[in-house]
């Protein structure tokens, strides 16, 4: 049994504290003392101070914060699914041999902004204990950490509400004779950014341009800088159910990889299919970004794989330097076409250390030019930069466009495109459709809307560069497709709802027809629908519905039985279902009949018991 007594408090416009004691009798404690706007907590042999610059701290204890995405997490943190929490001690190190040791040197002070930086953004924890803990420093210290870290790494109450079930679980795992107290910190600027992009996010798993404006508007108000800002966005954004799924797979297999030394074909194959649906489900590649800096994925990519690509261009990129010694190594159109060759090969394979190749270039030219060399060799490297800034643009709008649902390009992206599309194409004519279309148009993960959007992009720029086509009637093409794209994803919703709750049969074209136009009126009651559903998007609907039910009723147990990754691959190439959309239906199928998901990722990979 144990009684809690808390202070809260504002230091400022920013900073928001909450100041705990818990214990066995804490009601005569007296554990705080204020001066000013500076807020001291204190025990027997500790103190935290609470100052308008920062924190000061002498005694036992440390601080702990939930994880988040920019933060560095240790290998062996990330390899346990259940650790949550960054903890640290005071006067905890690493030895060379990744083992704690624990030193007596543990007062230290700390400034608000470094805290909400390295720490959490919005809401970071200090604590310190009296009464169960005894000795030096280091002796309390350890005591500590066998008494509590554990549980403060994976507690799932940190952040969370009033801090109450923290306490509580806190003080489960001390002494009678503990006290411990707790100052937890709130970054409000942070918070209120925080709050407001994730309500808007998670009412539709989007922002509107006219909600980025807001958001825009409202960092500036609150003074928030962009850093801070995209932490807090990733970090809303990869606790969308949704987006943690498809991110906690990604790093499961990744640290496989990391433990194995390597990535097979199969894992690059997979982790390809991830960073695909990434795309279409708007998670930004800062995530995969960090998780393949932090586990080392460049380095774990045989050699073989890439070397080809990674030597010629090391090999373009070290010529640039030779202008310094007054050769003439300037960057040739064939160059530049070998190197946006290289590109495409390490966008596709994820490869990290080809743009480090191009930022330690940047370095060198550089410190050369700072160095008095001429100045031919800035431009021959930022005509490379260029070209890959080119090539970032154009392919982040076609992958918009081909992977994300009801997507269509505003005329100031067709413009762009058109601008790019001219500059490949004065290298080397066709080098556009070769970079940005081909592979692209033969990706198994590419819908049906998706691949009609982009063949109509592709034809589309061709024929305003020809003068047979405006930008307006490209526009006008695109719209409409991604028109009929929403509303056949609206009319399976609809229908597959009807035929579970109200219909057992829909086979004949009578019974379809009544169907069509009982969803007609409602799409019209609702708003959804100005007019009367056609009947050739109807049919495909329901044809699809009828393969799905096929697939899961009659196939896909054959196939999990089986083991048949060949009967699953038959059906995928000719259901013209999209393979995003059967994949969602396995992993439904797999979660309602509580199978083993390792079993369908085996299938995947098409491997045979």
Do not use: W
């Not at 902004?113 to 959490?120: A, M, Q, V």
């Not at 057992?504 to 009367?532: C, H, P």
């Amino acid at each position: 049994m144990h009684q809690e007594i808390r202070l809260h408090g504002h230091l400022d416009e920013t900073i928001e504290y909450f100041a705990s004691v818990a214990g066995r009798d804490v009601r005569q404690s007296y554990f705080y003392e204020q001066d000013g706007h500076g807020l001291r907590i204190f025990s027997p042999g500790n103190e935290f101070v609470l100052s308008s610059d920062g924190i000061s701290h002498r005694g036992n204890g440390g601080s702990f914060c939930e994880y988040m995405f920019g933060v560095d997490q240790p290998l062996a943190d990330l390899a346990k699914g259940d650790i949550r929490n960054r903890l640290a001690l005071y006067g905890a190190t690493y030895s060379d041999r990744h083992e704690l040791l624990f030193t007596d040197r543990t007062d230290g002070s700390s400034s608000y902004d470094k805290i909400f930086l390295e720490g959490n953004a919005v809401c970071n924890y200090f604590f310190f204990l009296s009464g169960s803990v005894s000795g030096r420093r280091r002796e309390q210290q350890e005591e500590i950490a066998r008494l509590l870290g554990k549980q403060l790494k994976r507690s799932p109450h940190v952040q969370h509400g009033d801090d109450i079930e923290l306490l509580d679980e806190l003080m489960g795992y001390l002494g009678h004779r503990s006290a411990l107290y707790l100052i937890k910190l709130i970054h409000k600027r942070h918070k209120a950014y925080h709050d407001t992009f994730a309500e808007l996010y998670f009412a539709d798993k989007s922002i509107s341009e006219e909600d980025y404006d807001r958001l825009r508007q409202l960092a500036e108000d609150l003074q928030i800088d962009r850093y801070q800002q995209e932490r807090i966005r990733i970090d809303v954004m990869y606790k969308h159910p949704d987006n943690r799924r498809i991110v906690d797979e990604y790093r499961s297999i990744l640290i496989d990889c990391n433990l194995a030394g390597e990535i097979s074909t199969a894992d690059n194959a997979r982790l390809t299919r991830l960073k695909t649906l990434s795309v279409r489900n708007k998670i930004p590649s800062a995530l995969f970004y960090t998780l393949d800096e932090m586990l080392k994925h460049d380095k774990l990519v045989h050699l073989d794989e890439k070397d080809d690509y990674l030597a010629e261009t090391r090999q373009i990129l070290e010529g640039i330097l030779l202008q310094d010694a007054d050769i003439d190594a300037g960057i040739t159109n064939d160059d530049m076409l070998r190197l946006l060759d290289a590109k495409r090969q390490a966008s596709e394979n994820r490869d990290h250390q080809f743009e480090q190749l191009l930022l330690e270039t940047g370095k060198a030219c550089d410190e050369r030019i700072r160095d008095g060399a001429d100045l031919s060799l800035l431009e021959s490297f930022s005509r490379i930069v260029t070209f890959f800034d080119r090539y970032d643009s154009v392919s982040a709008h076609i992958s918009q466009l081909a992977f994300m649902e009801g997507m269509h390009l505003g005329e100031e992206a067709i413009r762009s495109l058109l601008g790019n599309r001219n500059a490949f194409e004065e290298l080397d004519a066709g080098l556009f459709d070769r970079l940005f279309f081909l592979s692209l148009l033969d990706n198994k993960y590419l819908g049906r809307y998706g691949r009609t959007k982009v063949e109509i992009l592709r034809k589309g720029l061709a024929a305003i560069a020809d003068g047979s086509m405006t930008i307006q009637e490209l526009l006008e093409k695109e719209r409409r497709t991604a028109e009929q794209e929403r509303l056949y994803h609206q009319l399976l919703d609809h229908v597959k709802d009807r035929i579970r709750n109200f219909y057992s049969r829909y086979n004949t074209r009578a019974e379809q027809e009544a169907l069509r136009r009982e969803i007609s009126e409602e799409f019209t009651n609702k708003g959804l629908y100005d007019g009367d559903i056609p009947k050739g998007l109807f049919r495909d609907v329901v044809v699809n519905i009828k393969k799905e039910a096929i697939y899961l009723h009659n196939l896909l147990p054959e196939i999990v039985a089986a083991r048949d990754a060949s009967l699953r691959e038959d059906f995928l190439d000719n259901s013209g279902l999209d393979r995003f959309y059967v994949e969602e239906l396995e992993r439904e199928y797999f979660e309602l009949n509580q199978l083993n998901p390792e079993s369908l990722n085996q299938i995947r990979k098409g491997l045979n018991p």
